[in-house]
């Protein structure tokens, strides 16, 4: 979304470091998901990073905090009672006359629903169009505003100055919605300011925005604030014409203006002088001059090629011109054009890698991207090993499937940095894999007790009959001197109602991965300061890799508690691991007493093992709850897949209310020969929904099996067992989801050394291993359905695939679960935008997701500050510094104390609301360089900006920027000022145009954050081209695997 006037070409900002290195591009922009994960979406111009040292930017970077409603106490003289749909009595003087599409007025009608009108007051609280208005009409925000309940504050009206001027507000802060509600509140108003010192009547209109949280009132088709018809934005003569009117693009369109979306209205800007949630009109003569509103949902288009759009809202007297500067786009029509209008676009088909191009509309700029030629890929897309001491997987399992049309692929290993000790191998190295029949390729580490300290390998696998091919870096981050603390989960949610019987423990399984024994122990403040939560125990001893699990019960006592979210941070701490603390975050809902009923089952997978002619293994407690209120009844039925009925439930039937039915689950081997045994249960409730619980059961053949210890049984095959899904099992929108796996084989010990994958709403999800055979990810729903497939599949290089599929249901998130959320592989460096990928010390990163700030607000002195806007994030045991919030991105540097070798927590905190957890391994450098449209940000030897005019030159000298550089000499605190010199620990090495050149610097730039400066001399090798592919590589890792990164030379 963009917004402009005659001559104004700049877009929307979300300042950062790497704003820190960008020359006024404010293009604003999100991590989207369009299927997988592991590729997503960014606004093409985000980050273009036309590189200037940071600390000037940072100097001179606007401070958003502030907001863009104006607070003088003039404007806030007057109110309007508590109504709905109501205005003033009167027309209200203004102070100053103004010339409105001819006529001229004084004064003006004041209506509550968003927006002011000449000639008489408005009561509509539907929009239906600002063309349909029969009075000249100034609509900031037009919708069924309620000012009747508690929370909402009241409409109000003045004058006061602006800038020395007269001006006129209405005032729109905190209000709610039709019918009386005041759980979500928008912060909006309309300031008048004359201007008759340029001609009589002249003035400037200007709408503020600080906060959008709803669009729609109950009568206008919405519910819960959403929906329906929405607002509308604009102005219009009165004359009932679509030529006298003007919308803002948005305008009744679902979800676009709030702050939850990438185009809402605190995020625009027109006329404004960069302050954000202002745009401007400048009436002159008694007519708007020309505005421009544009529209485009940037996306990468696939290789195939497609058709494209941008809408344009303009005056219908207004003219504007569309262009193209790549000869794989064509736009159809003429190029001169006027008033209203939608630009579409076609975009040919690829052949080639991916590329990049930019169309021009109405004098913005949308960079249009395009996939490369590609038919395969490969799941999980980066393989990421952290060990201590001596031990490792042996074993990784890879899916290759095939995009479209069956591919003979071919693959092969490399090791590129980590010594040659470190050997490898693939199997199968060929194969054909299509659409419905995906291969599996095994990498084998073959001396995995000779493991370098880190290193890094790639995986090719290629398309042998069209070329295409996709890599797969392979990053071992091993700690030789400490264990690393991993846990089965991050995340627990508790779901009871008020005055109700406290839900069923869950269990938090705790692993190491070094050699030796590991003490861990929760944090006693935490529990202290949030009584109603509790660990047992808080403290206990992590066996040696691959000796077992430690476990600590977490429960929830909500006695005494009102109505609410009650949320907890619980560090954890591990003497001696490498990523101590790692972090939980507990989440408690007690909902009204008056909520519905609720089915909850303790677990939704069992695993038995026995002996075969041994005895029947200890029975296993399924606990069934109600997480709303009232009756709830429940009817248990077994089913075996064969093996006859060895599978009983006590008791079959009962109730879960007023407190949980606890029923004990039995697997008898009477008469089993040995194998892997499946069955499940059938859970139907009074509230007419039913639920699978599935077992598995492990008949060992000799030497009675366990999840620990396989005695003298050879394992014959393997079996998957999620405990977190299951057919009938239902879901919320953005609440966080752990995915909770079991890999056993045949004799009943677990299986380390699997490779699992979660399909799910398009996407698809690497399950990690804890340790003992359990496996654990995270799942964040995203979109609602009463209806959507949940795929597991288990790859082991002895055992084959397993996969299980069920039928899920994910519901709309509720109004009060209204806590940031992280997107999905939603941490990423900031140069290069690598998803899934490590993160380094020191790094530059980019957090996605939703509801983190309520307003923009960036650090403006260094060093960085840890909380902007009632925000911090949390990575280990540190605030990491800030150089950005917003409402759906954060960017941050990782603090130079955090150490390699293992995964680290971080967590978003909102005012006190928090994320759940993610995991991310931390590698000593993630090499990327800054770019923008794809080309690389720099600076020839004289510090201009290279670009298609002021190329880089063979035989000068070429200044790069980039990010993950790793510890330098010396090494600056975190958040403060680089010295005037430094030097990267890790050396690099840049290529353009493959040819290796001599690097003279690299280091931080001076008196930077985060940012690193690479110079290098161009040889007269170099090729000369328009688009000459530059990268660094560092520590076997080569910057901006997804796009590349170029430069004209000459």
């Not at 900002?13 to 604003?28: F, G, H, L, Y």
């Not at 050997?423 to 995995?448: F, K």
């Not at 909500?558 to 591990?574: C, E, R």
């Not at 899904?725 to 084989?745: C, E, I, K, M, R």
Request: proline share 7%; with cysteine; glycine share 12%.
């Amino acid at each position: 979304m963009a917004m402009k006037s005659c001559g104004d070409k700049k877009k929307l900002r979300k300042p950062s470091q790497a704003d820190a290195v960008v020359e006024n591009d404010t293009n604003n922009g999100v991590l989207q998901a369009h299927g997988n994960p592991y590729r997503p979406v960014y606004s093409a111009a985000r980050f273009v990073a036309f590189l200037i040292l940071s600390f000037v930017i940072l100097a001179t970077a606007p401070n958003a905090d502030a907001g863009a409603v104006r607070t003088n106490p003039g404007f806030l003289q007057n109110s309007i009672p508590r109504n709905d749909d109501g205005s003033t009595s009167n027309s209200i003087p203004i102070g100053f006359e103004v010339d409105f599409f001819g006529l001229k007025f004084t004064s003006a009608y004041v209506n509550n629903n968003g927006n002011i009108t000449f000639g008489g007051p408005l009561a509509t609280f539907t929009p239906q169009g600002l063309s349909a208005s029969p009075l000249r009409i100034i609509a900031p925000f037009w919708a069924d505003v309620d000012t009747r309940a508690s929370r909402s504050e009241l409409v109000t009206y003045g004058q006061d100055t602006v800038n020395g001027r007269r001006a006129f507000g209405a005032n729109y802060v905190n209000v709610g919605y039709f019918g009386s509600h005041d759980d979500k509140l928008n912060s909006f108003q309309l300031i008048l300011i004359d201007r008759s010192d340029l001609g009589p009547g002249n003035f400037d209109i200007e709408f503020n925005y600080d906060r959008i949280d709803w669009e729609t009132g109950d009568a206008s088709g919405g519910s819960g604030g959403f929906g329906g018809t929405p607002a509308s934005a604009g102005y219009s003569n009165g004359t009932l014409t679509a030529d006298g009117s003007f919308e803002i693009l948005g305008s009744r369109q679902r979800g676009i203006f709030l702050d939850s979306s990438r185009f809402g209205l605190i995020y625009r800007s027109l006329n404004s002088g960069g302050v954000r949630g202002r745009v401007v009109f400048f009436v002159r003569s008694g007519n708007v001059e020309c505005s421009y509103s544009t529209l485009s949902i940037d996306q990468p288009f696939p290789w195939e090629g497609g058709q494209g759009a941008v809408q344009v809202a303009a005056p219908s007297q207004c003219p504007w011109s569309v262009t193209s500067n790549a000869g794989f786009i064509t736009i159809p029509g003429d190029s001169n054009r006027r008033g209203s209008g939608i630009v579409d676009y076609i975009v040919a088909e690829n052949r080639g890698p991916a590329r990049s191009g930019r169309i021009i509309v109405a004098g913005e700029s949308y960079i249009v991207v395009q996939d490369g030629f590609q038919t395969l890929r490969v799941n999980p897309p980066t393989v990421s090993i952290s060990t201590a001491g001596s031990q490792a997987q042996t074993r990784i399992s890879l899916r290759v499937e095939a995009i479209r049309d069956p591919v003979i692929w071919a693959a092969a290993v490399t090791v590129k940095s980590g010594g040659a000790q470190w050997r490898m191998q693939l199997t199968p190295a060929t194969g054909i894999a299509s659409v419905d029949a995906p291969s599996t390729v095994v990498l084998q580490m073959e001396n995995p007790l000779l493991l370098p300290s880190s290193a890094v390998a790639e995986i090719l696998v290629w398309d042998t009959i069209f070329g295409p091919s996709v890599a797969v870096p392979v990053i071992l981050g091993t700690n030789q001197l400490g264990a690393g603390l991993e846990l089965s989960q991050s995340s627990f949610f508790f779901q009871v109602p008020q005055a109700g019987a406290a839900p069923p423990a869950q269990t938090l399984q705790l692993s190491n991965t070094g050699d030796l024994s590991l003490g861990w122990t929760i944090d006693a403040g935490t529990l202290i300061a949030n009584p109603w939560l509790n660990f047992s125990p808080t403290s206990g001893v992590a066996p040696a890799r691959g000796s077992g699990l430690s476990n600590s019960t977490v429960s929830v006592n909500p006695a005494g508690l009102s109505a609410g979210i009650y949320q907890a941070l619980v560090p954890i701490h591990a003497a001696g691991a490498v990523n101590s603390p790692q972090l939980v975050s507990v989440t408690l809902r007690v909902v009204a007493a008056s909520t519905a009923s609720s089915p909850e089952s303790s677990t939704k997978g069992f695993v038995f093992a026995s002996q075969q002619g041994g005895v029947a293994p200890p029975a296993q407690n399924l606990t069934i709850s109600n997480t709303g209120a009232g009756q709830l009844l429940f009817q248990l039925s077994t089913f075996t897949d064969a093996g006859g009925p060895w599978l009983t439930v006590s008791p079959p039937s009962g109730s879960a209310a007023p407190a949980p039915a606890s029923v004990q689950v039995r697997a008898n081997p009477a008469g089993l020969a040995a194998g892997i045994y499946r069955g499940r249960i059938l859970a139907n409730y009074s509230t007419g929904s039913a639920q699978e619980i599935n077992v598995t059961f492990i008949v060992a053949s000799t030497g009675r099996g366990t999840l620990f210890s396989r005695g003298e049984c050879t394992p014959q095959g393997m079996d998957v067992i999620p405990t977190t899904v299951t057919n009938g099992a239902n879901y919320t929108v953005s609440v966080p989801q752990p995915l909770l796996a079991w890999v056993v084989d045949s004799c009943g010990l677990g299986v380390r050394d699997a490779t699992l994958l979660a399909d799910v709403e398009g996407i698809t999800i690497p399950l990690e291993s804890v340790g003992s055979g359990l496996y654990e990810a995270q799942w964040l729903p995203s979109l609602a359905s009463t209806s959507a497939e949940f795929v597991l599949t288990a790859m082991h290089g002895a055992y084959g695939t397993i996969q299980r599929s069920f039928l899920i249901s994910i519901s709309s998130s509720p109004t009060d679960l209204a806590y940031p959320v992280i997107s999905t592989n939603g941490v990423v460096e900031s140069a290069g935008f690598t998803p899934g990928g490590p993160l380094a010390p020191g790094g530059m990163i980019s957090v996605f997701g939703t509801r983190f700030a309520t307003i923009e607000a960036s650090s403006t002195s260094l060093p960085l500050q840890r909380q902007l806007a009632g925000v911090s994030l949390r990575i280990g045991g540190e605030d990491a510094p800030l150089f950005y919030v917003g409402p759906t991105q954060i960017n941050a540097q990782v603090p130079y104390g955090i150490r390699p070798g293992a995964n680290v927590s971080i967590v978003v905190n909102s005012g006190g609301k928090l994320s759940a957890p993610q995991s991310y391994l931390v590698v000593p450098a993630r090499p990327g360089l800054f770019s923008g449209d794809g080309f690389a940000a720099a600076l020839d030897g004289q510090s201009r900006r290279i670009t298609a005019t002021n190329p880089a030159r063979r035989g000068n000298a070429l200044q790069l920027f980039a990010a993950g550089l790793g510890l330098t000499d010396p090494q600056p605190q975190s958040g403060a000022a680089s010295p005037p010199s430094s030097s990267v620990r890790i050396s690099v090495r840049v290529k353009i145009g493959g040819v290796e050149v001599p690097v003279t610097y690299q280091g931080l730039a001076p008196g930077s954050v985060g940012l690193y400066q690479i110079n290098v001399v161009l040889l007269d090798s170099v090729p000369v081209g328009n688009e000459v592919p530059v990268v660094i590589e560092q520590d076997g890792l080569t910057s901006n695997p997804l796009a590349a990164v170029r430069l004209p030379v000459r």
